[in-house]
């Protein structure tokens, strides 16, 4: 921490902060670190992501579904930064398992999906893909095909929750809120970490997560199979606790603890 040194804009953004909000709620350590170094940490709490506390129910149907032993055969992908290496082979790993794919952004992957439902084999594949085309096994008939079945894009949360809960038991990838939809719809959910930022939140609140090289190394589904979800559970309470001082001195109202 001694040897972070925040520019100007960012100093006097952290002081004004700390001398004008009732309370602040930050992802992490280091963000709350950042609070006693160059402003004041008596208003922070550090809570990690504020989703996260939303729909205390979750855990219960989480819990049952390790609890029951049932094996993940309906798993999501989602990830980014599709023009970086690893990035790109974890998408087409993800791909070539037949997971579902959600994007929330690309416009390259969406406008495929598009050209897909109406164009079928025609349509271009975005340059991300091209590695995957180059193999045998895959055609532009075949990734097309993929792309009308397993690709989605929600626009509200509740759709997007109401999916997850019919249609998958499992939720992997780097974008950060994708697994946390998928962690709310009580469905297991692993993180892929791949900045100090995902890090912090996962580690706030021991979210199950692993590096880029690790997700690479064996089956998506396996991943989601194999994780570890008791030290969230452990912290569940203490986090619920943290997150409701933080309300409190928000003058906001407090959030139910989950009913396990």
Known sequence: ??????????????????????????????TYEIFKKYGSAENVYNTGCPSFFSRPEAFRAIRSRIDSGAPVSRAAFSGSLHHEKDPKEQLNQAIDQDLHLIEPVNAHLHRYYVDSLTAGAKAKAPYFLSQLLQRSDWSTARLSDYMARRYHLFRDLESWIAF????????????????????LSGILAVWVVHDSR????CERLSLPHVSVQESLRKPYREIIAEADFSPMFKELEVNFDDFNKFLSAASLPEVEHPAL
């Open 1 to 30: 921490m001694d040897a972070v040194e925040l520019g100007p804009g960012m100093v006097e953004l952290v002081k004004k902060l700390s001398a004008s909000c009732p309370a602040v709620s930050v992802r992490g350590d280091f």
């Open 164 to 183: 997850n809960k019919e249609c998958l038991d499992g939720v992997i990838g780097t974008r950060f809120h994708v697994s946390m939809a998928g962690l």
């Open 198 to 201: 995902t890090v912090e939140l």
